[in-house]
């Protein structure tokens, strides 16, 4: 996937949206490789999308990390860096793996899903 596209939108603009999805898919066109996380209200956008998880975001575009690097990187404590990793895993921001750290056990590493993620609030 290319580019994540979090956006405040109503439900007109969402299925305006698959509809013109569906007519691509109909005339056997290529998608763009993006995807539309829309919200209806910009300030649930952004309380959902708070600075300090927009920060731990952009730790993760930046190159993979686990949560105890996360939690050093952002001085947070590591419940709320977990909490957050799975709000954002379950938005589709974020994916995450466990992995072996030789010598001790398994390690959570975290990756974003896109290389870049848009962010679009239109009040009004």
């Known amino acids: ?44 956008m952004f309380a959902v999308l708070s600075e300090t998880r927009r920060q731990l975001m952009l730790e993760v575009m930046r190159e993979p990390k686990t949560i105890s690097q996360l939690t050093t990187r952002l001085h947070r404590n590591r419940s709320a860096i977990t909490k957050d990793v799975g709000m954002l895993e379950g938005l589709g921001l974020l994916v995450s793996n466990r992995e072996t750290n030789p010598g001790h056990g398994i390690q959570k590493v975290v990756r974003a899903v896109a290389p870049k993620i848009e962010l679009v609030a239109t009040l009004g």
């Open 1 to 44: 996937m290319s580019k994540v596209v979090v956006r405040t939108d109503d439900v007109t603009g969402f299925f305006a949206r698959a509809k013109a999805a569906a007519q691509r898919a109909d005339e056997g066109l290529a998608f763009t490789g993006q995807v539309t996380l829309s919200f209806e209200d910009p300030q649930r």
